[in-house]
């Protein structure tokens, strides 16, 4: 059974830095398009960062230039480096696992999108506040 374990999360000020590491198992982790997503209360699940097996990968807007997602496929795991945090990145961040399907034209510009994933870990809490 695959199973996708977050950790990492927690409080931080403004300004903080947090690292989310994600391990997969069960799945042949080098095939797979990894993401990161994130949920605030009230909020729908927002794609915030992806990676390919190339270690090609694509940024939500909000985050560019402060998140940065690598993945160590010999450690099956996915990492998203948080600098510069904001009180708007504060929420429940999920990693989340898909084989890309069709042309490569298409899948790149759904990988921030829920429906490119089929497995999804529990989530950890970030909270951004001073």
């Known amino acids: 059974q695959v199973q996708l374990v977050e950790s990492g999360g927690g409080s931080v000020q403004p300004g903080g830095s947090l690292r989310l590491s994600c391990v997969a198992s069960e799945l042949t982790f080098s095939s797979y398009v990894l993401g990161w997503f994130r949920q605030s209360p009230g909020k729908e699940r927002e794609g915030v960062a992806a990676i390919d097996s190339t270690n090609w990968t694509r940024y939500t807007d909000s985050v560019k230039g402060r998140f940065f997602i690598s993945r160590d496929n010999a450690k099956n795991t996915v990492y998203l480096q948080m600098d510069s945090l904001e009180p708007e990145d504060t929420a429940t961040y999920h990693c989340?696992?898909?084989?890309?399907?069709?042309?490569?034209?298409?899948?790149?510009?759904?990988?921030?999108?829920?429906?490119?994933?089929?497995?999804w870990g529990q989530g950890t809490q970030v909270t951004v506040s001073s």
């Open positions: 989340a696992a898909g084989l890309p399907r069709g042309p490569r034209i298409q899948w790149v510009r759904s990988v921030l999108s829920q429906s490119a994933y089929s497995f």
